[in-house]
């Protein structure tokens, strides 16, 4: 199954950036609305931190590798 995640809307305070996101499923919208994730900024570049990733996998109702 292909998972993407298309971001409707960014907000960078500082090393933080809130998202919202609209999820699909083989191109097809996911019917789950705008979702909200929160990235970070390490080392020069912005990162999906572990939580938020295993959230976006679960959607999907897919394993979280640790």
Do not use: K
């Amino acid at each position: 199954m292909d998972i993407s995640a298309a971001v409707t809307s960014v907000a960078i305070d500082g090393d933080t950036a809130a998202i919202t996101y609209v999820l699909s499923f083989n191109g097809v919208d996911a019917g789950y609305g705008d979702l909200d994730a929160t990235m970070a900024l390490l080392d020069g570049a912005w990162v999906v931190p572990h939580d938020e990733y295993c959230a976006f996998q679960s959607q999907a109702r897919n394993n979280c590798p640790d």
